[in-house]
């Protein structure tokens, strides 16, 4: 009896692998759910990529989960559409197939499922983005994204619709500029303070004493910088260059080399021009020109 208890033994432990390892093998079922789920989720990344690329989230409002708030829906849209326009994601070409390749067919029998979106665009590799799928009426929909923020300075390349309406208006102030004829830049700026004056940018110990003081007039940046000789004036042609500045405004971006030989400046500078456009009702406006160099002061 003692000498049969290891075959006995033996026994157990095989039928307890076997049970083991018939919990761990999908069944024909299980299968087919993973293989419908997956189709699936590779449709609705292979639209988000579209529009990512497109620049335009209107697309994404179908393929959304029908259990997200519409605030939320709005919410998501929005931040689709302030990351497409990052310079980053220009020519999104996300890798679906090793996003997909995270998930087992365990995963497709849930609710739920993160998938890790990384590929590279135009200018190189791209963040990786955390798309949340969520199973709704027996469909898989996007339920949540998770990419990159826009913060101010950022390269952005937005659509042409947009730059149709930005760039005109920047070439003709530029040549203005170029003419010194300040007074036609005076004269598209709104007549609200925050269009007519920039903050001042200060150190730590300037801060802690000049807090209170009020901002410089644009009016008198423009007015300094026709004391300066210009170096060389931009391509009017050339592509302009878009940074994100805050939300609901863009800005177009030049560095321009001078010097101001009356103002101790004799070796040449870099003056940046940052022309600043609005989001409204009719579209990008020119809100204001902010002007940074050694030259301006608190820039």
Same mark, same amino acid.
Do not use: N
């Given at each position: 009896?003692?000498?049969?208890?290891?075959?006995?033994?033996?026994?157990?432990?095989?039928?307890?692998?076997?049970?083991?390892?018939?919990?761990?093998?999908?069944?024909?079922?299980?299968?087919?759910?993973?293989?419908?789920?997956?189709?699936?989720?590779?449709?609705?990344?292979?639209?988000?990529?579209?529009?990512?690329?497109?620049?335009?989230?209107?697309?994404?409002?179908?393929?959304?989960?029908?259990?997200?708030?519409?605030?939320?829906?709005?919410?998501? !849209?929005?931040? +689709? $559409?302030? @990351?497409?326009?990052?310079? =980053?994601? %220009? &020519?999104?070409?996300?890798?679906?197939? /090793?996003?997909?390749?995270?998930?087992?067919?365990?995963?497709?029998?849930?609710?739920?499922?993160?998938?890790?979106?990384?590929?590279?665009?135009?200018?190189?590799?791209?963040?990786?983005? !955390?798309?949340? +799928? $969520?199973? @709704?009426?027996?469909?898989? =929909?996007? %339920? &949540?994204?998770?990419?990159?923020?826009? /913060?101010?300075?950022?390269?952005?390349?937005?659509?042409?619709?947009?730059?149709?309406?930005?760039?005109?208006?920047?070439?003709?102030?530029?040549?203005?500029?170029?003419?010194?004829?300040?007074?036609?830049?005076?004269?598209?700026?709104?007549?609200?303070?925050?269009?007519?004056?920039?903050?001042?940018?200060?150190?730590?110990?300037?801060?802690?004493?000049?807090?209170?003081?009020?901002?410089?007039?644009?009016?008198?940046?423009?007015?300094?910088?026709?004391?300066?000789?210009?170096?060389?004036?931009?391509?009017?042609?050339?592509?302009?260059?878009?940074?994100?500045?805050?939300?609901?405004?863009?800005?177009?971006?030049?560095?321009?080399?001078?010097?101001?030989?009356?103002?101790?400046?004799?070796?040449?500078?870099?003056?940046?021009?940052?022309?600043?456009?609005?989001?409204?009702?009719?579209?990008?406006?020119?809100?204001?020109?902010?002007?940074?160099?050694?030259?301006?002061?608190?820039?």
């Amino acid at each position: 009896m003692h000498r049969s208890m290891p075959v006995f033994a033996v026994l157990l432990m095989a039928g307890a692998l076997a049970t083991a390892a018939g919990c761990a093998t999908p069944t024909p079922a299980d299968m087919l759910v993973a293989q419908t789920g997956k189709q699936e989720a590779q449709d609705l990344l292979d639209a988000f990529a579209h529009a990512v690329r497109e620049k335009d989230p209107a697309p994404i409002s179908s393929l959304l989960s029908p259990t997200l708030r519409p605030r939320e829906a709005d919410q998501l !849209e929005a931040r +689709l $559409a302030r @990351a497409s326009w990052l310079e =980053r994601y %220009s &020519g999104y070409a996300p890798d679906i197939d /090793r996003a997909l390749d995270q998930a087992g067919w365990r995963d497709w029998k849930g609710t739920e499922l993160r998938l890790v979106l990384s590929g590279t665009g135009a200018f190189g590799p791209t963040t990786e983005d !955390e798309i949340t +799928l $969520a199973k @709704a009426g027996g469909k898989w =929909r996007i %339920s &949540g994204c998770k990419m990159a923020e826009p /913060r101010p300075g950022d390269a952005l390349d937005p659509p042409q619709a947009v730059r149709q309406q930005v760039e005109p208006k920047v070439r003709h102030m530029m040549a203005e500029l170029k003419e010194g004829r300040m007074a036609a830049i005076v004269y598209e700026l709104p007549d609200k303070a925050s269009a007519r004056e920039r903050p001042l940018t200060l150190s730590g110990w300037q801060s802690l004493w000049m807090s209170s003081t009020p901002g410089i007039s644009v009016v008198e940046d423009l007015e300094m910088m026709r004391q300066f000789t210009v170096l060389a004036w931009p391509d009017p042609q050339a592509e302009l260059q878009y940074v994100y500045d805050s939300s609901g405004t863009i800005a177009v971006f030049y560095e321009v080399p001078y010097v101001w030989l009356a103002g101790g400046i004799d070796k040449a500078d870099i003056l940046r021009l940052k022309f600043i456009f609005l989001k409204g009702s009719e579209g990008w406006t020119f809100y204001t020109v902010h002007l940074s160099a050694k030259a301006i002061p608190y820039s």
